[in-house]
């Protein structure tokens, strides 16, 4: 539905779909494959034929009295397994999740490979063996004085149309884009700004995991 004039980005219906047009007749494009998934589009890549989607999907806390609301995410109208399913081992409540896709793009009935984690992400980075899906996180302390801002990362390998979760970690500051971030060999390397409110001070930092 829509607030405003733009689209409320925290509807339960809200998901996204992506198609495939096999356009070897440029007169006829024949469409050959569609897939939904719950959640507004974040980012996608392509490495090889094979397609991987990323979208964020925020369940609908608000309406305690519908009972049909759903609190996983699915892909073409079926529930995610709790096996496809990961919960990040923070004490931060969290109503969203990360929903990584994948299908080969070259075969209209191929395998479609699923993972969900339990947590926020704003970019990601993807190489030909991971995606690297990063969330900056904003606190304060008590004093309201030190910023204590980080951010979450969180890696799923991929091989084909196989996707899993593999590793999280977290650095202090918060990245600026996703060119901060890039992966050499099994290293993942990214750049950070960290700022001392108190000082009005912003220190840039280099991280490799």
Same mark, same amino acid.
């Given at each position: 539905?829509?607030?405003?004039?733009?689209?409320?980005?925290? @509807?339960?219906? $809200?998901?996204?779909?992506?198609? /495939?047009?096999?356009?070897?007749?440029?007169?006829?494009?024949? $469409?050959?494959r569609a897939?939904?998934?719950?959640g507004s589009?974040?980012?996608?890549?392509? &490495? +090889?034929?094979? #397609?991987?989607? /990323?979208?964020?999907?925020? /369940?609908?806390?608000?309406?305690?009295?519908? /009972?049909?609301?759903?609190?996983?995410p699915s &892909?073409?109208?079926?529930?995610?397994?709790?096996?496809?399913?990961?919960?990040?081992?923070?004490?931060?409540?969290?109503?969203?999740?990360?929903?990584?896709?994948?299908?080969?793009? =070259?075969?209209?009935?191929?395998?479609?490979?699923?993972? =969900?984690? #339990?947590?926020?992400?704003? *970019?990601?980075?993807?190489?030909?063996?991971?995606?690297?899906? &990063?969330?900056?996180?904003?606190?304060?302390?008590?004093?309201?004085?030190?910023?204590?801002?980080?951010? *979450?990362?969180?890696?799923?390998?991929?091989? +084909?149309?196989?996707?899993?979760?593999?590793?999280? +970690?977290? &650095?202090?500051?918060? !990245?600026?884009?996703?060119?901060?971030?890039?992966?050499?060999?099994?290293?993942?390397? #990214?750049?950070?700004?960290?700022?001392?409110?108190?000082?009005?001070?912003? !220190?840039? @930092?280099?991280?490799? $995991?």
């Amino acid at each position: 539905y829509y607030y405003y004039d733009g689209l409320y980005p925290y @509807s339960k219906d $809200l998901n996204t779909v992506s198609f /495939v047009f096999d356009i070897t007749d440029r007169g006829n494009p024949v $469409l050959t494959r569609a897939l939904t998934q719950d959640g507004s589009v974040l980012s996608s890549r392509m &490495v +090889g034929s094979v #397609l991987y989607t /990323v979208t964020r999907y925020f /369940v609908n806390t608000s309406d305690k009295k519908n /009972v049909e609301t759903k609190y996983a995410p699915s &892909v073409n109208g079926d529930i995610m397994l709790c096996d496809d399913i990961f919960v990040k081992d923070t004490e931060d409540e969290c109503t969203s999740y990360i929903v990584l896709t994948a299908y080969d793009t =070259s075969d209209a009935d191929g395998k479609i490979g699923k993972v =969900s984690l #339990l947590g926020s992400c704003d *970019e990601i980075y993807c190489s030909t063996d991971t995606l690297y899906a &990063v969330s900056s996180v904003y606190k304060w302390d008590s004093n309201n004085e030190n910023g204590l801002d980080r951010t *979450e990362i969180y890696a799923f390998s991929l091989n +084909g149309t196989d996707v899993a979760y593999k590793a999280s +970690g977290i &650095v202090p500051g918060v !990245i600026d884009s996703q060119y901060s971030m890039d992966q050499f060999g099994s290293y993942f390397r #990214l750049t950070t700004t960290d700022y001392d409110y108190s000082k009005d001070v912003a !220190i840039s @930092s280099l991280y490799v $995991l």
